[in-house]
């Protein structure tokens, strides 16, 4: 079986682990719907059959203390065996001693009217809570062994709703059935009979279904101590060793102490509902607002679960903090009864789950891999306090006389104290998870190969810079935290430098440049990942500038990986610089894809400007080859490829119109043709008569020049001759004469801000002008070997006597 780190390098999960994980997932909802089933059943019969007994009329505590209680005795012990033993074996064991308390119950409920019955009942919900105390951290403990640490966040999410769906769905199920019986019979002892017979029968399927997950390791060098048996807060003294484990089991304790608070509260506000009525009414009543409930709690864990499938978003937690105040405030203010009450209800349930989800996800994560059950027995254990003190305080408010609602309104106070704790705790996660969320609404973000980033230790990530947007697109991508470098000057203006600090900038001056370097290696030898745009501008001319030095030496003194990026589809975007300007354009899309490709990560000596510019030409050129848009290309690959590239540099106007001086048919006129594909609002035509209405930008090669008038606004020659061209005005683009592939253009040097002047040159003397983005340039003895230049197609082009120099032009050797 392949260990976790294994698992985190590969791109995807061994089939059979997936199986596994299913079966899990499988095993443990059903064991959570038959548990809950027969608590429901044995909830709703004490409301038919002892109302006024000292166990019938609060059945919900005595089953929620009950059910806790095996946690509190056996949580270290459960534990050990799932840190001892093979963590499938200890599931099969679980599912046999299920079907035995099954029987158990069973015969009680056959008992019928013998005195004690409904005590005897309370015995074997007793040992079926023992049951699922062994199971609990076998269950949890074996996610990471099956799915590896990369995807613990999604692979816990799924456990959390599954189990959630059970425990739900069981309650809803056993208070359905139960009412439908009993309306039918109106015997309350043989309506539990039956449903508890069948239930008992789906324990077998679950056995099977274990049976099945792949074996697990059993770990010998586990030793039993015999302090153990009476060491009862030994997995607890695990959980507090780590403050960030501690801090994360005192959130889910709080969330089970809320949860299990608001399902005693319903059945009060059941009784409330339907007091004096007679038949199945009450039982049914409390199945749909144990469901409504699921309906909230299943939805909110699936969306942290979405939201925490590529890394755990801590930010969730302190909003589904203040969801839960919000919740509980409106279940209590609604008119009971209401569908606004219900609507509060699953509204509170929604918040619980983005509350619980990543906490559980993080604990999972943080602790050692041999303590991992223990922990989770831990906290567990913890869990079950939670759940003695919502005894407590539900049973205070019920003897104070208390309606539902205001119990609500009353649980929303500690509650509203908690959500406060954790946004204190949590104010750089909760800033960054509500900046990315927005950046997600308006941008589609696809990460590739977001893996190769090392998933510890300090990581220098170093993305082409295109948009003012870059540095939230790269956090939206990356799986880990990411700190930002930013020029002084901007990060100490007043109304922004609280979020700079939020988020975790790193200040960096251009004239203290020593100060700068400290400051990010120091950031990188904390471990942390920093993201630094080489360039130090963004782009206006659409392709990549030349790249400062400075990070070699960050990187080395920081000693950690470099990580070339490539953020692709950006150009064109609001905030990029088409069209001349950054912000005075209108939204191409309403959520404008970007796809975001992570380089294969360089040791820090081997990470050079050189090297790093050529691995973010073969990231461009991977990132245009699988661009949706070759789909438009037709027949004329060639022609779309120069088309494609050609729109990505910076010369066109909106309504331009394309003056092609070359034949029909021509390779420059079905360039131009396509280029009206590329860039929407331009048109093509062949004599200058014919070009109204815009702004003329020419085409041609150096025999058809002579047809220049001298009103058009550029003009561009497009061969394959090295020889300089006649006039200085007209800018040039050099064509490979054997695949018609266009390489490079010069473009008109960009309008640049004062004192900045010529940092940025869209044309240079002696070039055959930029390299085109999406091309791949490897240096030769003679020249340069350009590659990646049409999808399916192995062609390459070999330019000799060439070079690409440091800011990004082919030039003469």
Excluded at 720 to 748: C, H, K, Q
């Amino acid at each position: 079986m392949p260990d976790t780190q294994d698992l985190d390098q590969a791109p995807h999960l061994p089939r059979r682990n997936w199986v596994s994980i299913i079966l899990v997932l499988l095993v443990q909802a059903l064991n959570s719907f038959s548990d809950n089933f027969v608590k429901m059943l044995l909830i709703v019969l004490s409301i038919i059959i002892a109302k006024d007994s000292w166990v019938g009329s609060h059945m919900e505590l005595w089953l929620g203390a009950i059910f806790s209680l095996p946690y509190m005795i056996f949580a270290p012990l459960a534990g050990y065996w799932s840190d001892r033993f093979s963590k499938r074996n200890v599931i099969i064991w679980m599912q046999v001693m299920q079907i035995i308390c099954f029987i158990w119950l069973t015969l009680a409920l056959w008992m019928q009217r013998v005195p004690g019955s409904l005590e005897i009942c309370l015995v074997g919900f007793f040992l079926l809570a023992v049951q699922a105390a062994v199971l609990s951290p076998a269950k949890m403990g074996v996610m990471k062994e099956l799915a590896g640490s990369r995807r613990l966040g999604r692979v816990s999410g799924w456990l959390q709703v599954t189990m959630l769906a059970g425990i739900l769905g069981g309650m809803w199920a056993g208070g359905v059935w139960y009412g439908i019986e009993y309306e039918k019979t109106g015997d309350a002892w043989m309506s539990a009979l039956w449903p508890l017979i069948i239930i008992s029968i789906l324990g077998f399927g679950e056995l099977f279904a274990s049976l099945g997950i792949q074996k697990t390791p059993a770990h010998p060098e586990v030793r039993w101590r015999k302090s153990m048996a009476w060491e009862h807060f030994e997995s607890v003294k695990i959980v507090f060793r780590r403050r960030s484990i501690r801090l994360a089991a005192l959130g889910v304790t709080y969330f089970w102490f809320i949860s299990n608070a608001i399902s005693f509260i319903l059945v009060t506000l059941t009784k409330e509902l339907h007091h004096g009525a007679v038949g199945g009414a009450g039982p049914m009543e409390l199945a749909k607002v144990a469901g409504i409930l699921g309906i909230g709690v299943i939805s909110g864990s699936i969306f942290a679960s979405h939201i925490s499938r590529n890394r755990i978003e801590m930010g969730l937690i302190p909003i589904g903090g203040f969801g839960l105040v919000a919740g509980l405030l409106w279940s209590g203010l609604a008119t009971l009864g209401s569908s606004w009450m219900y609507a509060g209800i699953i509204f509170t349930g929604a918040a619980g789950g983005c509350f619980m989800v990543p906490l559980y996800a993080f604990a999972q994560d943080k602790a050692e891999t041999q303590q991992k059950a223990r922990v989770h027995a831990g906290m567990n254990l913890m869990d079950c306090l939670g759940t003695l003190v919502a005894v407590a305080v539900v049973a205070l408010m019920k003897w104070a006389g208390w309606s539902s609602s205001t119990q609500f309104i009353v649980l929303a106070i500690p509650t509203l104290g908690a959500a406060l704790y954790t946004m204190r705790l949590l104010p750089e996660d909760l800033v960054r998870f509500l900046m990315l969320a927005v950046v997600r609404f308006i941008y589609s973000v696809r990460p590739v190969h977001a893996e190769r980033v090392p998933q510890t230790g300090g990581v220098l990530l170093l993305p082409n810079h295109v948009s003012y947007m870059d540095a939230f697109l790269l956090g939206a991508a990356c799986r880990r935290p990411v700190r930002f470098v930013m020029w002084e000057a901007l990060y100490n203006l007043r109304w922004t430098k609280w979020l700079m600090i939020l988020v975790g900038t790193v200040p960096i001056s251009n004239t203290r440049a020593k100060d700068a370097i400290r400051s990010v290696a120091a950031a990188l030898k904390e471990g942390e990942i920093v993201a630094l745009f080489p360039e130090g501008q963004i782009t206006r001319h659409g392709m990549v500038n030349d790249l400062r030095k400075g990070f070699e030496l960050m990187a080395r003194q920081g000693d950690a990986q470099v990580v070339p990026v490539y953020l692709d589809g950006l150009y064109g975007s609001i905030f990029s610089f088409q069209g001349g300007k950054f912000f005075a354009k209108r939204p191409k899309h309403l959520r404008y894809p970007v796809v975001v490709h992570f380089g294969t990560p360089l040791a820090a000596r081997e990470a050079t400007a050189l090297v790093v510019r050529h691995a973010m030409l073969a990231l461009s050129s991977t990132a245009f080859l699988q661009r949706k848009s070759w789909s438009k290309a037709g027949d004329d690959l060639v022609a779309f490829a120069n088309a494609l590239r050609l729109g990505e540099a910076e010369w066109c106007r909106k309504g331009d119109v394309l003056l092609c001086l070359e034949p029909a048919g021509s390779l420059v006129h079905r360039t131009l043709k396509a280029l009206t594909q590329v860039i929407p609002g331009t048109t093509c035509v062949h004599d200058t008569a014919a070009a109204k209405g815009g702004p003329i930008v020419a085409f041609g090669t150096r025999a058809s020049l002579g047809q220049l008038t001298g009103q058009e606004r550029l003009a561009f020659c497009l061969d394959n001759d090295l020889a300089p061209l006649p006039s200085t005005t007209v800018l040039r683009g050099y064509i490979d004469a054997e695949s018609g592939i266009l390489v490079s253009v010069e473009v008109p040097d960009p309008e640049m801000p004062a004192g900045e002047e010529g940092l940025q040159l869209g044309k240079k003397a002696g070039s055959l002008g930029r390299l085109l983005p999406g091309l791949n340039l490897e240096a030769t003895d003679h020249g340069v070997r350009i590659s990646g230049l049409m999808p399916g197609k192995d062609i390459v082009v070999n330019l000799a006597g060439v070079k690409l120099d440091e800011h990004g032009f082919l030039v003469l050797l």
